[in-house]
Nanobody, 125 residues
Framework: QLQLVESGGGLVKPGGSLRLSCAAA????????IGWFRQAPGKEREWVAC????????DYVDSLKGRYTISREKSKNTVFLQMNSLKPEDTAVYYC??????????????????WGRGTQVTVSS
């Protein structure tokens, strides 16, 4: 059964960093695109970034380019989201999601069918 499990969230001070992990089980990254999303209290879910499992091509929401980096480690079947220079407005539940995909690129319009349960990120002093 296809499963995604996020980890790595927590409480961090403004300006700090966190690295989130999305461990995939039941499928191989090569045939999927993985996206990261976030949802802050009272706000709609926001697409953050994606990566193509096979090619490693990435895409980001413009507002987070330069601070967030998505990557994958095929041997661990895991996707990461490195978040730097964190701000209080980055506080949200972060989710990863998978879209069965063999294209060379990805973006927010991929149809993400499978979702993890999320990990809380809180940026506060």
């Amino acid at each position: 059964q296809l499963q995604l499990v996020e980890s790595g969230g927590g409480l961090v001070k403004p300006g700090g960093s966190l690295r989130l992990s999305c461990a995939a089980a039941g499928f191989i990254l090569d045939y999927y695109a993985i996206g990261w999303f976030r949802q802050a209290p009272g706000k709609e879910r926001e697409w953050v970034a994606c990566i193509v499992g096979r090619s490693g091509e990435t895409d980001y929401v413009d507002s987070l380019k330069g601070r967030y980096t998505i990557s994958r480690e095929k041997s661990k079947n895991t996707v990461f989201l490195q978040m730097n220079s964190l701000k209080p407005e980055d506080t949200a539940v972060y989710y990863c999601a998978a879209n069965e995909w063999e294209g060379d690129w990805c973006n927010e319009n991929n149809q993400y069918e499978h979702w993890g349960r999320g990990t809380q990120v809180t940026v506060s002093s």
